[in-house]
């Protein structure tokens, strides 16, 4: 195969990468014929576990994989990195504060940001999973100027494809069946999931998801609250966030990204608004986008009712929140 592309994936020994680190060592991200160098960071106290994984992916004997290095220091991470996968990040903790969790992120992402806008290549594809994933994703873009604006983004794509499986579930289809629901605003239980543009196929035939369910007050408040929750809801159940669906959607993300989306066709991903849809340019936002040759579009023109409008706004609302401190926690 051809020249190998390096993708760092932080977080590397912890339960999402775990599940990730297999789909994209075998080809089902970059394809078949792409092959790979596997940079792994994590923090210092887990590099015996870090190292544990090194041998299950040697042990996996992955065709495509050419090297791996597991690290804890940013600089051997994000050297001449063409992908980066923000995973890792500072977990909640009992009794932990809102401020003191945005404010510990905070000092991760400004010293990875640095060190990504050094180190990595210009053209680097960065996905920020992390939480609080938004503002994480704003913090790193924020350190690493040198890097383009539209490189940066973080992943509500999980929240995506639990719209279309609450949708498929709803009316007994496929959720390949459901097309463009979107993800509005925060990976948070704030985000709004719009199904006002979405269609179902059935036996060959588009029609209005709202037109196939006919019941705007479930649409309107138990979908939405049920997607809204959802990740509350896994952590509950499993004791554990969810890890499996995480890493599936951002192998889905990724692989949109690096072959484009399929012709009317649109998905959602966190990106640098440019004050679409009246957001706050350069606030990091959910939008519906379609994607090109590696270029990243939002959808424009979409209808908003005051009902949507309301719903954005809210979102909108607690990123500026966020941002602004994260913002103050930079200065401090
Ligand atoms: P784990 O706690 O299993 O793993 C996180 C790993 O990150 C640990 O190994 C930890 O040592 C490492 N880490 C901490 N600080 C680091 C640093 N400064 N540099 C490098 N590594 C560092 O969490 P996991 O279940 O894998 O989840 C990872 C993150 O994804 C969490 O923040 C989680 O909240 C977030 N999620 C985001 C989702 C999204 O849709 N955007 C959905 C899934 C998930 O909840």
Not at 154 to 182: G, M
Not at 286 to 312: H, R, T
């Amino acid at each position: 195969s051809n020249k190998p592309i390096r993708v760092v994936i932080t977080g590397a020994a912890g339960q999402i990468a775990y599940s990730l680190i297999h789909q994209i060592g075998n080809g089902d991200v970059f394809g078949k014929e792409q092959s790979i160098i596997l940079h792994l960071l994590d923090i210092t106290p887990v590099m015996g576990v870090l190292n544990g994984v090194v041998m299950e992916i040697q042990d996996m004997s992955l065709p495509l994989v050419k090297d791996v290095i597991p690290t804890d220091s940013e600089e051997v991470a994000f050297k001449d990195v063409d992908v980066a996968l923000f995973v890792g990040a500072m977990p909640r903790k009992e009794g932990m504060e809102r401020k003191d969790l945005l404010s510990a992120n905070v000092k991760i992402f400004k010293s990875q940001g640095t060190a990504l806008d050094k180190f990595a290549k210009k053209n680097v594809k960065v996905v920020v999973v992390g939480n609080p994933a938004n503002t994480n994703c704003y913090i790193l873009a924020h350190y690493a100027p040198s890097i383009p604006r539209e490189n940066f983004t973080c992943l509500t794509r999980l929240d995506h494809n639990r719209a279309k499986a609450q949708l498929a579930s709803r009316l007994k289809v496929s959720s390949s069946a459901i097309k463009n629901v979107i993800i509005w605003g925060n990976h948070s239980s704030t985000q709004f999931p719009d199904v006002r543009s979405a269609t179902v196929s059935i036996n060959g035939q588009e029609t209005a998801v709202y037109d196939a369910i006919r019941d705007d007050q479930w649409l309107k408040n138990d979908f939405v609250s049920t997607v809204q929750k959802r990740g509350a809801a896994v952590i509950a159940a499993r004791k554990l966030s969810s890890a499996m669906s995480a890493a599936k959607a951002i192998c889905d993300h990724v692989r949109d990204w690096w072959y484009g989306t399929r012709e009317n066709e649109w998905v959602s991903m966190g990106i640098i608004s440019d004050g679409s849809y009246g957001i706050e340019k350069g606030l990091v936002f959910s939008y519906p986008v379609e994607i090109k040759n590696g270029q990243i579009s939002i959808v424009q023109d979409l209808q908003m009712d005051d009902w949507a409008k309301g719903m954005i706004e809210k979102t909108q609302k607690e990123l500026v929140e966020e941002k602004n401190d994260a913002l103050k926690a930079t200065n401090s």
